[in-house]
């Protein structure tokens, strides 16, 4: 991945606003701001890594990426369009280019139809080889993912979660796409197998140049296969920086927070200097003035409850804190 090539995706204050209706009359009370002014940029070939907790809108931004959701403000470019104003109908040129991963494999498989047949349909309906090449081409997808010749005929209720999922990414792969959005794709998995599937993401990056949107819950996921990690809370980017430095030098209190559940190497060392947030995440329909992140921060000052920060930038890492706190910091509050 570098930099200096042109971004495959970028968004610029990207918004998904959705109303809250109340009265007899139905009529609009507010908005939950599930995605509130999103800026960032994939690279070909890249892994960005999208963490936080749940709520915080991170699915949101892949489902309105592939237009699954209304976008309510800013603009998303990809593969040199803008596609922010596309219809669903003008989508699907683009839908051939990018695709999604769902967490639930199941509920994304047609269960009357049989692995051959899902793939069979994708290859005819999008007209992506010759008839007579169909067959071959279901056998190069089903090696791709890891799955005998002999799965064809099955169908999704024959095979375990982690091979349902591994099909899924073959309807993915069968568009030959670019960019996958894999939205919590390993969550509903067993440890065991998470590690399969995250292999074998790894691997079809390597093999087919894909470029990934990698939607998790936790950092240890994206820590193996992302490049840059970006961090959401409450609906904003709040830090974005390489793997690296988001682990050897987290600059947003969140994200240090985030950082100390990370399981240590050393079984003796882990649980020790874990942080414990005060109180829930605030509702995305009523977001605190200022720092959202103020009223659960321990370093929260006047300035904090006043203004937002904006997204100060070192070198390409960005975090948005009005203040430079460290991870030694937290040592002098009482959690």
């Known amino acids: 991945m570098s930099t200096q090539a042109e971004p495959l995706l970028r968004l610029e204050r990207v918004k998904t606003y959705y109303p809250v209706r109340g009265g007899v009359l139905s009529r609009v009370k507010g908005h939950v701001k599930a995605v509130d002014d999103v800026s960032f940029s994939i690279y070909p070939h890249e892994t960005l890594g999208l963490v936080g907790e749940s709520g915080c809108g991170k699915s949101t931004i892949g489902r309105t990426i592939m237009h699954l959701e209304e976008q309510s403000g800013g603009r998303i470019f990809f593969d040199g369009e803008d596609i922010s104003a596309y219809s669903r109908q003008r989508m699907r040129t683009v839908w051939r280019r990018m695709q999604m991963v769902f967490q639930d494999p199941y509920s994304s498989l047609n269960p009357r139809q049989t692995v051959e047949s899902a793939l069979e349909e994708i290859l005819k309906v999008h007209r992506l080889v010759d008839r007579k090449e169909v067959g071959g081409e279901v056998d190069r997808i089903l090696r791709l993912i890891g799955l005998s010749p002999d799965a064809r005929k099955r169908f999704p209720h024959e095979f375990s979660g982690g091979q349902r999922q591994r099909i899924s990414i073959a309807k993915a792969l069968a568009m030959r796409p670019k960019f996958l959005i894999c939205d919590e794709a390993i969550s509903a998995l067993d440890v065991s197998i998470q590690a399969q599937i995250l292999g074998l993401f790894k691997e079809l990056r390597g093999k087919?140049?894909?470029?990934?949107?990698?939607?998790?819950?936790?950092?240890?996921?994206?820590?193996?296969?992302?490049?840059?990690?970006?961090?959401?809370?409450?609906?904003?980017?709040?830090?974005?920086?390489?793997?690296?430095?988001?682990?050897?030098?987290?600059?947003?209190?969140?994200?240090?927070?985030?950082?100390?559940?990370?399981?240590?190497?050393?079984?003796?060392?882990?649980?020790?200097?874990?942080?414990?947030?005060?109180?829930?995440?605030?509702?995305?329909?009523?977001?605190?003035?200022?720092?959202?992140?103020?009223?659960?921060?321990?370093?929260?000052?006047?300035?904090?409850?006043?203004?937002?920060?904006?997204?100060?930038?070192?070198?390409?890492?960005q975090w948005a804190c009005h203040f430079e706190i460290k991870r030694s910091d937290w040592g002098e509050i009482k959690q």
């Open 208 to 317: 087919l140049g894909l470029t990934y949107l990698f939607i998790a819950h936790g950092l240890g996921a994206v820590k193996y296969l992302s490049d840059r990690i970006a961090v959401m809370y409450l609906g904003k980017i709040v830090e974005l920086a390489a793997v690296e430095r988001i682990f050897s030098d987290p600059r947003h209190p969140y994200t240090q927070a985030l950082l100390s559940a990370y399981p240590a190497p050393d079984p003796r060392k882990r649980g020790q200097g874990k942080i414990v947030l005060n109180g829930n995440a605030p509702s995305s329909a009523d977001p605190p003035e200022g720092c959202r992140f103020h009223t659960r921060c321990p370093f929260t000052r006047n300035i904090c409850i006043r203004e937002e920060p904006g997204l100060k930038d070192e070198a390409g890492h």
